[in-house]
């Protein structure tokens, strides 16, 4: 099996780093956290730079917050791109720009390095069930290379095109979510403020035209103000800041992504970043 070096082991990182090892792959990671400790006892092997790790890998697989991360761990003094083999593939998890995403491609291919942009969907729940949607932009050969790799994550993989192509979807997979967390969010406000039971509001209307994976799920989390995060209000803030760039790229005007992103911002003000993004309920309490 290939030596897979992890890069990134938060709360989707790590789950899915585990599965890999799960799968049988020989798993590497840096060795600064509690979770490589953890990952280390369950059978990986750490390194002390990402170079080092780089080297000493087949794939390497980046999980981080924002291009920022991504490109400072690649391209940065001793990252990455220094210690990559020719022949190796790159693979980016993170939800970064697809512009990031296309320089990192061809600043791969100038080592005869193979990248991917790979972001994935599913939160914290699919990266620990290994099911993911992973939507991968790139070349086709490293596409099915890495296929194996990513069915020990995901369950619904799918090449989307050439290098960018994952990302670009990706943003627009933030676009739908984040409008459906707000609108069923102003829906249980409006629900609660006129007396309705909202369990019972949730479970007729997940028979009907409205069912969605967030009314069930998110939706829950409202009922119950679960807010733990599965993933990050202040994260999915920065996806969509991502989505406005590009449609400005192209001179789209995402009126809707707009305004989900200008309620994002008001529940950070409000001390709500670290909470899930379901936490977009609290701002119909302010």
């Given at each position: 099996m290939e030596k897979v070096g992890f890069i990134g082991l938060g709360?989707?990182?790590?789950?899915?780093a585990i599965n890999l090892l799960k799968a049988g792959y020989n798993v590497q990671v840096l060795e600064k956290s509690k979770a490589a400790e953890e990952l280390v006892e369950a059978g990986a092997k750490a390194f002390g730079?990402?170079?080092?790790?780089?080297?000493?890998?087949?794939?390497?697989?980046?999980?981080?917050?924002?291009?920022?991360?991504?490109?400072?761990?690649?391209?940065g003094d001793d990252g990455v791109l220094a210690g990559i083999k020719s022949g190796s593939?790159?693979?980016?998890?993170?939800?970064?720009?697809?512009?990031?995403?296309?320089?990192?491609?061809?600043?791969?291919?100038?080592?005869?390095?193979?990248?991917?942009?790979?972001p994935v969907s599913g939160g914290q729940v699919g990266a620990e069930s290994a099911s993911l949607s992973i939507m991968v932009g790139g070349n086709e050969k490293a596409f099915e290379?890495?296929?194996?790799?990513?069915?020990?994550?995901?369950?619904?993989?799918?090449?989307?095109?050439?290098?960018g192509a994952g990302q670009t979807t990706k943003a627009c997979n933030q676009m739908i979510v984040g409008m459906t967390i707000q609108a069923v969010a102003e829906a249980f406000n409006l629900a609660g403020k006129a007396g309705v039971d909202?369990?019972?509001?949730?479970?007729?209307?997940?028979?009907?035209?409205?069912?969605?994976?967030?009314?069930?799920?998110?939706?829950?989390?409202?009922?119950?103000?679960?807010?733990?995060?599965?993933?990050?209000?202040?994260?999915?803030?920065?996806?969509l800041k991502i989505a406005l760039e590009t449609g400005k790229a192209f001179s789209l005007e995402l009126g809707g992504t707009a305004q989900a992103a200008a309620e994002m911002d008001r529940a950070i003000a409000m001390g709500n970043g670290e909470l899930d993004h379901s936490a977009l309920y609290l701002n119909g309490r302010s």
């Open positions: 709360i989707m990182g790590k789950p899915m730079d990402y170079k080092t790790l780089a080297s000493e890998s087949d794939i390497i697989i980046t999980m981080l917050p924002d291009s920022p991360q991504v490109e400072e761990v690649v391209l593939v790159f693979i980016d998890m993170s939800t970064i720009a697809p512009a990031t995403a296309k320089n990192l491609y061809q600043k791969m291919l100038e080592k005869n390095v193979e990248a991917l942009d790979a290379k890495a296929l194996p790799l990513f069915q020990a994550m995901g369950k619904n993989v799918v090449h989307i095109g050439e290098s909202l369990a019972k509001m949730r479970e007729v209307l997940l028979g009907g035209f409205a069912q969605s994976r967030i009314l069930d799920l998110h939706g829950k989390r409202m009922i119950d103000e679960n807010f733990k995060p599965g993933f990050k209000m202040k994260l999915h803030k920065k996806d």
